[in-house]
């Protein structure tokens, strides 16, 4: 069984930082592609960002150019730095691994923009 722990979100002002973690249990973990969704109140969860087993990203419009998705094959992390945040950034913030059978979640973190 898969096992994905987010920490890192918390509450930021507008134009701030955060760093999120995704922390991934298995003996497996540098073949899958990672991902950080986020779900903001009364919307669909929505990509902001993956990255491939070979280092390649993937951005939403929305983020491309302030958040920089990495991983640590060797930690089995993937972590996500979100620079100039803004209040449309505010939502649960989710880390998945996809394999080809299924893909497994984290139990998220909130990430909160906000004076």
């Not at 929505?46 to 990255?51: D, F, N, P, Q, Y």
């Not at 691994?97 to 004076?115: E, I, K, P």
Request: proline residues 3%; contains cysteine; aromatic residues 8%.
């Amino acid at each position: 069984q898969v096992q994905l722990v987010e920490s890192g979100g918390g509450l930021v002002q507008p134009g701030g930082s955060l760093r999120l973690s995704c922390a991934a249990s298995g003996s497996i973990f540098s073949i899958y592609t990672m991902g950080w969704y986020r779900q903001a109140p009364g919307k669909q969860r929505e990509l902001v960002a993956s990255i491939s087993s070979g280092g390649s990203t993937n951005y939403a419009d929305s983020v491309k150019g302030r958040f920089t998705i990495s991983r640590d094959n060797a930690k089995k992390m993937v972590h996500l730095q979100m620079n100039n945040l803004k209040p449309e950034d505010t939502a649960v913030y989710y880390c998945r691994q996809d394999r080809s059978a299924r893909a497994y979640w984290g139990q998220g973190t909130q990430v909160t923009v906000s004076l």
